[in-house]
């Protein structure tokens, strides 16, 4: 027993990655942070050779393969994946360029628990080639999302966005790049906001979901593209 002031106990997250894992290297280096209201408890890949595997070893953070393709059904699958989690005792479950579609028993069995981020300001541009898709159209800002997950895809009360300006010479790539700076920012800020309670589902007269937030209305503080 100590006397000192206690600390609250941190969320337990896991992480789902197929890919090369940046976003959850970012979660696991602002998770390091003994005031981060999360820590990271397991890396789940569905992909053996995923370059994530390799990064959340490193970190020293636990990792699994559970391979898609060993199940017969997506629901076997996920209820494999489950099994880790839950003998990692995971609370919140953080998708992570996670490239697996999920069943409405996952999702909902995690409700208000498993969150994913999206390289797009969403409902704009779900699915996948956004950057491409939003050059083609021509448009002048783009972004990126980090939203509690529901059954449809890419849909869920939205936790915290970034923008992005698109200049004359981008491409898709140098899109995906700048777009992936502000993805490392806003996951680790939707991920604290989550685990300390400040991001709520609160739903209106319409039914209609939306992630109540505690920030004053600054009217000022706007970004043109281009300016
Ligand atoms: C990110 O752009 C993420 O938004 C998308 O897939 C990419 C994954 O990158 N869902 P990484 O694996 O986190 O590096």
Redesign the pocket.
């Known amino acids: 027993m100590s006397d000192g002031p206690t600390t609250p106990a941190k969320r337990r997250v896991g992480v789902l ?9 970012a979660l696991i280096a602002a998770a390091r942070d003994p005031a981060y209201p999360a820590e990271i408890v397991c890396v789940v890949s569905n992909v053996a050779t995923a370059g ?1 595997l390799a990064k959340a070893a490193d970190a020293g953070v636990p990792t699994a393969v559970v391979d898609h393709r060993a199940y017969e059904t997506r629901e076997q699958f996920e209820r494999a994946v489950v099994e880790v989690l839950d003998a990692h005792g995971v609370e919140i479950v953080a ?5 697996r579609l999920l069943t409405p028993w996952f999702i909902e069995r995690w409700h208000d628990r498993l969150i ?4 797009a300001l969403l409902p704009s541009y779900k699915g996948l080639h956004t950057h491409a898709r939003a050059l083609a159209d021509g448009v002048k800002i783009v972004g ?1 999302t980090v939203h509690f997950v529901r059954p449809e895809m890419d849909v869920g009360p939205i936790i915290v966005q970034a923008a992005v300006p698109v200049a004359d010479d981008d491409t898709a790539e140098t899109l ?1 790049a700048r ?2 700076v502000q ?1 490392h920012r806003i996951y680790p800020l939707a991920l604290a906001r989550v685990a300390s309670g400040a991001a709520r589902v609160v739903t209106d007269a319409e039914g209609r979901e939306r992630v109540a937030t505690d920030l004053a209305a600054t009217l000022d503080a706007t970004l043109l593209a281009p300016a």
């Open positions: 990655i197929s890919g090369g894992g940046s976003n959850m290297a994530g998708l992570a360029g996670f490239m994913n981020i999206h390289p990126c995906a777009v992936l993805e």
